[in-house]
């Protein structure tokens, strides 16, 4: 089983803080994403992976940085938190490899700035 | 580009009911469609896709989708829904080319009522 693991569930950071949230994925997959999911808006995409120290942007990526030094690693970064990146935040892997474009997604961390 | 439509934000469905969750795509080609669920607090997970073939797909816990190219639908349904159903759902729409990215739905909430 595909196994995508997020390295914490519950965050809460002050304004202006810089936040690192971490992704782990077992899988070998090439393609890993960051998404935000707030209520009424379902899932936006933010950045995206697919090769390591390979990144793209996705449809909201102002006030986040990410960087994929391993494959099996995607990090997000808030490089200085504000109280509208209050948000859950999921991320997702997938490997071109299945032809599909599964996407295979971590448990989320919920993240509120004060 | 892709885009997705859930008109749906809320359903009431009582318990051994039938359930049929609404979905319409955007998309120039084939596309990938997706249905994934999401149980509270937890990540998504996936309950049935489409890319080719037979238009009538089974998935896990007993949900089916039709894909209906002429009204660019696809549409979830299970034949008797279970408390344990409720939970939020998620259409998603991809294309066959370029990086895997996968365009959401806004989602629809289903409650099960006793």
């Known amino acids: 089983d595909v196994k995508v693991t997020q390295s914490s569930r519950y965050l809460v950071k002050r304004t202006g803080e810089k936040v690192f949230l971490e992704c782990v994925q077992d899988?070998?997959?090439?393609?890993m994403f960051w998404y935000r999911q707030d209520p009424g808006l379902g899932l936006r995409l933010i950045y995206f992976?697919?090769?390591?120290?390979?990144?793209e942007k996705g449809d909201i990526p102002e006030g986040y940085s990410v960087s994929r030094e391993k494959k099996e690693r995607f990090s997000l970064i808030l490089e200085s938190a504000s109280t509208n990146q209050t948000s859950m935040y999921l991320c997702?892997?997938?490997?071109?490899?299945?032809?599909?474009?599964?996407?295979?997604f971590g448990p989320g961390t919920r993240l509120t700035v004060t | 580009a892709q885009s997705v439509t859930q008109p749906d934000i809320h359903i009431t469905v009582s318990e051994g009911a039938s359930l049929e969750l609404r979905c319409n795509y955007s998309?120039?080609?084939?596309?990938?469609l997706f249905w994934y669920v999401q149980s509270p607090g937890q990540g998504l997970q996936l309950l049935l896709k489409y890319f080719s073939g037979d238009t009538l797909v089974q998935g896990i816990k007993g949900f089916e989708a039709e894909f209906k190219r002429s009204q660019s639908s696809f549409n979830l349904r299970k034949p008797s829904v279970h408390w344990s159903d409720a939970a939020e759902y998620f259409c998603?729409?991809?294309?066959?080319?370029?990086?895997?990215?996968?365009?959401f739905g806004t989602g629809t909430r289903l409650l099960v009522s006793p």
């Open positions: 899988m070998d997959h090439e393609n």
């Open positions: 992976s697919y090769d390591v120290k390979m990144k």
């Open positions: 998603a729409v991809g294309s066959n080319t370029g990086f895997q990215k996968l365009v």
């Open positions: 997702a892997s997938s490997s071109p490899g299945t032809g599909s474009n599964e996407q295979y």
């Open positions: 998309y120039g080609a084939t596309p990938y």
